[in-house]
């Protein structure tokens, strides 16, 4: 690996969804040479542990889901470019992928009102994550020919257009963070005439050993699983290709999981910004 030091600058980069072995080479490269890494919340310890520069200094900032302890948005953004600024090498770790579903946004915003350089690592996010470790093809012949990414979090102000074209289109639909409201998603899709053909899945924890899969008939859903808590972070499938999980799961469920229905990503301290330096 090179030895190049970069210095004042942000990197984002996308840790994967759990699995610590699906970080990309380069970010890999970035952590070990970084000073300072600001970290979300779904980032696999072993990441932390084994591939950060041993004297680099560890910012947690993570949110616990939506409703739990966060650190707001603007003190991530000041962190950022006080580092950069003090000519550190800034490397923002994000679960997944960094521009999916994250505020990545904000964040590039503020870099560049101070001028601050960056570079953007793409990570694989959790809906990739998800449908490989649990053998669901996000888009198949005769089944799907695209993917959306999406998320139903607050039971919704949108149109009811907008729930009739989802229920009806072939396309694979993910939602993210929306677990907590499932059983509302699954209602307006059958309202809106969802087909007998499609399945859902809800996987919890994707790509760590206590990876749970939830699958059946859409239909099925309401008897079978309505009112059900699923265990953060998880993340739903939806489509025909959600049906060939029984014929192609490789993985089975998590061999951790039992009945304590154990997390694999830590709780947010109350504080979250705890800084650790492991020298
Ligand atoms: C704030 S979003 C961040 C998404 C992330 N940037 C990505 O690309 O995967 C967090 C949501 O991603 C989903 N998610 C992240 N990691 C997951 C995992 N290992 N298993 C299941 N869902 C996951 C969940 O829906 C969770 O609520």
Redesign the pocket.
Known sequence: MSEQKHTGKVIFA?AG??DPELITLKALRYLQQADVVITDR?VSDVILDEYVHKEALILPVG?Q?RKGASTPQSVINELLVEYASQNKLVVRL?????S???NILDELQALSRHGIPYEIIP?I???L??AAYSGIPLTARDHSKAVRLLTYYKKDLLEDSYWKELALTDDTLV?????DTLDSLVSVLLKHGIGADKYLSV??????PY?QVYNCNIHDYPAKWGNSRYI????IIIGKTAGLYEEFQWIGNGEKKGESKESYFKPVADNPITQTKRA
């Open positions: 996308g969804p759990g779904l949110k889901c994000k679960g997944g992928d960094p999916v579903f994250s990570g996010t959790a809906a994550g998800a939602f993210y963070m929306s677990s996987i919890e924890q994707a790509t760590t990876q953060s972070p998880s993340l």
